[in-house]
């Protein structure tokens, strides 16, 4: 769940894949993996597995800092709009696809040049170790430590590791109420997508739940102590791990201007723009069809006279 091994290894050197789960002919690109191979020298064979893990890049998300550019440096500040970050609103305006991956570190990582969103498909797995008394035994946890806390003592480590492992995994849960679960046509467009994951052996029943069922009536958000649905979220205050990566996926959405008529009936991110433009639209297609009807008639009456 954390990475996935490549299946054909060469001799001197150690691995990973990085595949569409559900096509695995297909590659995918990621920012988050710096290399996908590390060659086994006599430095490396010494490097305790967490820095081993550190050859291929970064497994966990740092969390965002005050005084970070996505509190200051763009026009929202920190904000997430919810209505922005629907599946919805990505599919229909941002035209962004979904891969769905199995490793947890790959979760939310958006390619804006093949516009491609990677979403973890297992999101039980995440539960567990959000809820379970032994996550911090996990080597999760001890990496996410690790990349926080690498100055601290092993004493310091051992009382913060738990809390920051499951603060990141009641996170990524909570991203799946924020692009499905909070917004009913994003629900409907996954169940678009279900006949995919029906090929599958291994299929979530948890991931049907979170994306395929309003949040308001999902009961894991209760048993996680999960924050209250909001309209207006905080990258850094809502979302610490993922806020970054939620922050550039809200950054693209929110740039696209709508072209043609199709694209904006899709676009719901402004709901009072939206009812305001069609209602002019629509009044104002009116008007001119009666004044069309008007022209004729008079010229009708002007012929006869």
């Known amino acids: 769940?954390?990475?996935?091994?490549?299946?054909?290894?060469?001799?001197?050197?150690?691995?990973?894949?990085?595949?569409?789960?559900?096509?695995?002919?297909?590659?995918?690109?990621?920012?988050?993996?710096?290399?996908l191979v590390c060659r086994i020298d006599a430095d490396v064979i010494k490097q305790p597995f967490l820095s081993l893990l550190g050859n291929f890049g970064t497994f966990v998300p740092k969390p965002l800092r005050k005084g970070s550019r996505y509190q200051s440096q763009t026009f929202l500040g920190d904000s997430l709009i919810a209505s922005n970050l629907s599946y919805y609103t990505i599919l229909k305006v941002g035209h962004v696809r979904i891969e769905w991956v199995d490793a947890i570190s790959l979760h939310l990582e958006f390619d804006e040049r093949t516009l491609v969103l990677k979403i973890f498909r297992y999101p039980s797995f995440c539960a567990m170790l959000c809820m379970g008394r032994d996550s911090k035994s996990t080597i999760f946890s001890r990496s996410s430590s690790d990349s926080e806390s690498s100055s601290l003592s092993e004493s310091t480590l051992e009382r913060t590791s738990e809390p920051y492992c499951q603060d990141f995994f009641a996170e990524a849960l909570c991203s799946?109420?924020?692009?499905?679960?909070?917004?009913?046509r994003a629900i409907k467009e996954f169940e678009k997508m279900r006949s995919p994951f029906a090929k599958q052996d291994m299929v979530d029943p948890l991931l049907q739940e979170l994306c395929g069922v309003a949040a308001a009536r999902t009961a894991i958000y209760d048993q996680i102590d999960a924050p209250s649905i909001k309209s207006l979220y905080s990258a850094r205050a809502d979302f610490p791990f993922l806020g970054g990566r939620l922050r550039k996926l809200h950054e693209y959405v929110d740039s696209q201007n709508p072209s043609d008529l199709k694209t904006l009936w899709f676009d719901r991110r402004d709901v009072l723009r939206f009812y305001t433009f069609w209602a002019i639209f629509v009044i104002g297609g009116i008007s001119i069809v009666l004044s069309i009807v008007q022209i004729i008639l008079t010229g009708f009456q002007i012929a006869r006279a």
């Open 1 to 35: 769940m954390l990475y996935t091994p490549s299946q054909f290894q060469t001799e001197g050197s150690i691995q990973l894949t990085l595949k569409d789960s559900l096509d695995p002919l297909k590659s995918l690109r990621s920012s988050a993996w710096r290399s």
């Open 176 to 184: 799946y109420r924020l692009l499905f679960g909070q917004h009913d």
